[in-house]
């Protein structure tokens, strides 16, 4: 089966960095997706990885460990609409398998 | 201009009837999928066109049948509406091939049986 993990909730504090971790167990990997989903609303893309490395995208960056099944999305200079739900989903033969979301807070 | 819509936006229904939602998508992608989210914010891919082409089903009930008209439409019809149907179905598009597939998700509709 395809097993994706992810934390289920995290709090940080506004201006600081926050590290969302996503392991993931699937059968095959054509790359990992993070989407930022506010509360309500529909997932955006944010950023893809599909080789190994750190992916920097201005305030936000994805990393990916192929053979580690482990990526992380890491958020800089937090600001309080960073207050989200942030899913990681891999894609693997014309499926994206999304792991349950890690619900962000940001307090002031 | 919305690049992924959906209608209607909230659908509240008695258990055993059959509706339909339907979705639209103008960034002139191939492919469209439905997604059920449910409580606990799991989104879990429940079908997948290519070119007006069934290329994903999952373990779906026989209830939900999607139809494609053509490439920029995929409506999902519901029969028999159940407890368990309540959640919210987002519609994604993505253009295949290329190896980023980026979906672009429509706003979702959330279904309330009742």
């Known amino acids: 089966g395809q097993n994706i993990d992810q934390p289920t909730e995290m709090t940080a504090t506004e201006g600081a960095i926050v590290q969302i971790n996503c392991t993931y167990q699937?059968?095959?990997?054509?790359?990992l997706f993070w989407y930022q989903q506010h509360a309500g609303e529909a997932p955006t893309f944010l950023s893809y990885?599909?080789?190994?490395g750190l992916e920097e995208k201005g305030r936000f960056s994805s990393f990916l460990s192929r053979s580690k099944g482990y990526s992380y999305l890491l958020l800089k200079e937090l600001q309080m609409k960073d207050s989200a739900s942030y899913l990681c989903?891999?894609?693997?033969?014309?499926?994206?398998?999304f792991g349950s979301g890690t619900k962000l807070n940001v307090k002031p | 201009d919305t690049a992924v819509s959906q209608t209607p936006k909230y659908l509240v229904t008695q258990m055993g009837n059959d509706k339909s939602i339907k979705c639209e998508q103008n960034l002139g992608h191939d492919t469209m999928y439905w997604y059920k989210q449910d409580s606990k914010k799991f989104l879990k891919i429940m079908f997948s066109?290519?070119?007006?082409?069934?290329?994903i089903n999952e373990t779906v009930p026989n209830r939900f049948s999607p139809k494609s008209p053509d490439k920029a439409h995929l409506n999902l019809h519901i029969n028999s509406l159940e407890l368990g149907d309540s959640a919210v179905y987002f519609c994604?598009?993505?253009?295949?091939?290329?190896?980023?597939?980026?979906?672009?998700f429509g706003p979702g509709t959330r279904l309330l049986v009742l």
């Open positions: 989903a891999v894609y693997n033969f014309n499926k994206f398998y």
């Open positions: 066109y290519n070119n007006k082409e069934l290329i």
């Open positions: 994604a598009s993505s253009q295949a091939g290329g190896g980023q597939e980026t979906q672009y």
């Open positions: 990885n599909v080789l190994d």
């Open positions: 699937t059968s095959g990997f054509n790359g």
